[in-house]
């Protein structure tokens, strides 16, 4: 098992997210996945934070992930699992399970979208949920998990 990272946070992100920017545009923007990992990455630095950034369309590897976060006792997790926020009862679980604050975020806004996207398990297993305010709801997000931490920005 890998060191235990207090000062981390998990920043998950699930099926098709690694096509941010080529995938429906109109809707998710040209923002890439890179540029939403280093959204994040400065995001968190600036609360003395390290952001631990994955992507995986398997939903077993997202649950294995959420599980190490808990093993190197990491701070918080923002996830976003894609459509499996709308059918992952195991992914529900596996957040419930670790016990680490967690914030979900959809880059749209789920809402307003088709209705099968309108319920999400994985915000059940979360203290707050963000949608549609594109990747900015990343930096919204880690922003938030701080506030809920306690944790101030560095000056």
């Not at 939903?59 to 976003?80: C, P, Q, S, V």
């Not at 319920?119 to 297993?125: F, L």
Request: hydrophobic share 40%.
């Amino acid at each position: 098992m890998a060191e235990p990272a207090t000062d981390t946070i998990l920043v998950l992100n699930g099926p098709n997210l690694n096509m941010l920017g080529t995938r429906e545009p109109e809707k998710y923007g040209h923002a890439t996945l890179a540029d939403v990992e280093k959204l994040c990455r400065e995001t968190a630095a600036s609360f003395g934070l390290k952001a631990d950034c994955r992507q995986s369309n398997r939903e077993g590897e997202l649950i294995d992930f959420i599980h190490e976060a808990h093993g190197r006792k990491m701070k918080g997790i923002i996830i976003n699992a894609g459509g499996y926020s709308h059918t992952s009862i195991a992914l529900h679980d596996a957040l419930l399970a670790v016990q680490i604050p967690t914030v979900e975020v959809h880059v749209t806004n789920i809402h307003a979208r088709e209705s099968f996207r309108h319920h999400s398990y994985t915000a059940r297993a979360a203290f707050a949920s963000l949608c549609g305010f594109g990747i900015e709801g990343y930096r919204l997000a880690i922003q938030g998990l701080a506030a809920k931490l306690g944790i101030k920005p560095k000056a």
